[in-house]
């Protein structure tokens, strides 16, 4: 009945640099192996999901996205080695936070008990 | 450099029942012992704040407020002893989150390593 829910981002300097909604732009990238599918599938411009990925790797300072140029969509889209790591991070953060943030509630408000 | 945020909140049948705003708000009722110098402080109108109390209430299915009416300040209002009590849960679980978030942020991306 009770549910906890939460949203977490990283910032540089107070401008947002990351959180959920980059992580699932880049997930589809990496799922859909192109930006313009990726940009389709959640819902965005390509133009937009492309100046995001630009601005994750400026303000991370590391390269996401190594792209083959061509064909009609704009040709193919790979995450880098770097960026699927940047990914596990970032998912591995994520995960802990839903877990202790669900055990946590339990524990505090004990709402499943009532 | 780096800073990691979040928001929480808590819903109810996919209705937003509490979260950081609300608690301000409440927090606010507390010290100000007034819900107009309270609505004042955290910036919305006295309307918006008894209908943020009432609705919390109702979804929570626990009385937070004790009013003294009259005055032109709309009387006094107190936290019960059960919103008391909620206002504490909700700051315990707030802070095991935040240090949560920071220990876990650091541990996964290293970025102060950096």
């Known amino acids: 009945m009770y549910k906890v829910k939460s949203k ?29 599918k990726a940009s389709r599938r959640v819902g965005m411009s390509y133009r937009k999901a492309w100046g995001y990925v630009k601005a994750i790797e400026e303000r991370l300072d590391i390269k996401l996205i190594e792209r083959k140029k061509g064909g009609i969509d704009g040709g193919e889209s790979f995450l880098t080695k770097e960026g699927e790591t940047f990914l596990k991070k970032y998912e591995e953060f994520r995960q802990g936070l839903n877990e202790y943030v669900d055990k946590k509630f339990i524990s505090v408000f004990k709402f499943k008990n009532k």
Chains 1, 2 share one sequence.
Do not use: N, P, Q, T
């Open 8 to 36: 977490i981002w990283i910032e540089k300097d107070g401008e947002l640099v990351f959180g959920d909604g980059k992580y699932e732009l880049l997930r589809a990238i990496k799922s859909e192996g192109s930006i313009s």
